[in-house]
T-cell receptor, first 113, second 118 residues
Framework: AQSVTQPDIHITVSEGASLELRCNYS??????LFWYVQSPGQGLQLLLK??????LVQGIKGFEAEFKRSQSSFNLRKPSVHWSDAAEYFC???????????FGSGTKLNVKP | GAGVSQSPSNKVTEKGKDVELRCDPI?????LYWYRQSLGQGLEFLIY????????KSGLPSDRFSAERTGGSVSTLTIQRTQQEDSAVYLC????????????????FGPGTRLTVL
């Protein structure tokens, strides 16, 4: 069965520090991978996506993610976190026909001043 | 342009009552998804509509849940005989649809309806 695991429920980093949010997936076929952000009181917004090609993908707001097939991972990174990045982040896998998406349980990011 | 809208934004109901949640997708989007987000949980897929085709209902948790989409646009999620475990935020998303992978991938989410069953 398909699944997405985000092992970190909460993460706190200092403003200006680097960030890495972990995501592991279980899916037999070629995964289509996504990261979404949900800010307080806001809807989910797509940060970036991976379908094929270069395994390092760039997204909005300075985020990037790297697909590692051998580790079944798609970790999200940012070199320097801003206070406005405090939000909840969701990793997701889309099936080939895009008729279904599986989301992880999310990681809440707190940013210390 | 206008995004995905959902109504009501909040709904409080008593156990056993029926509720209807509405989603207005972005104009021109043929694909529509419903998700449930329970406290501390990720998004749980409920149902998928593509145009006027029969929906993929494989994620609906019980036969108390149903959804329809009229004219390939507005969708209504109905929960009959609500239970306390139905309390959650119900999210709707739409996307451009199956005109190639690049058009089908990006879902645009609405703000959600927070359902509380007392």
């Amino acid at each position: 069965a398909q699944s997405v695991t985000q092992p970190d429920i909460h993460i706190t980093v200092s403003e200006g520090a680097s960030l890495e949010l972990r995501c592991n997936y279980s899916y037999g076929a070629t995964p289509y991978l996504f990261w979404y952000v949900q800010s307080p009181g806001q809807g989910l917004q797509l940060l970036l996506k991976y379908f094929s090609g270069d395994t390092l993908v760039q997204g909005i707001k300075g985020f990037e993610a790297e697909f590692k097939r051998s580790q079944s991972s798609f970790n999200l990174r940012k070199p320097s976190v801003h206070w406005s990045d405090a939000a909840e982040y969701f990793c997701a896998v889309g099936l080939e026909n895009f008729n279904k998406f599986y989301f992880g349980s999310g990681t809440k990011l707190n940013v210390k001043p | 342009g206008a995004g995905v809208s959902q109504s009501p934004s909040n709904k409080v109901t008593e156990k056993g009552k029926d509720v209807e949640l509405r989603c207005d997708p972005i104009s021109g989007h043929t694909a529509l998804y419903w998700y449930r987000q329970s406290l501390g949980q990720g998004l749980e897929f409920l149902i998928y509509f593509q145009g006027n085709s029969a929906p993929d209902k494989s994620g609906l948790p019980s036969d108390r849940f149903s959804a329809e989409r009229t004219g390939g646009s507005v969708s209504t999620l109905t929960i009959q005989r609500t239970q306390q475990e139905d309390s959650a935020v119900y999210l709707c998303a739409s996307s451009l649809g199956p005109a190639g992978v690049e058009r089908r991938d990006t879902q645009y989410f609405g703000p959600g309806t927070r359902l509380t069953v007392l």
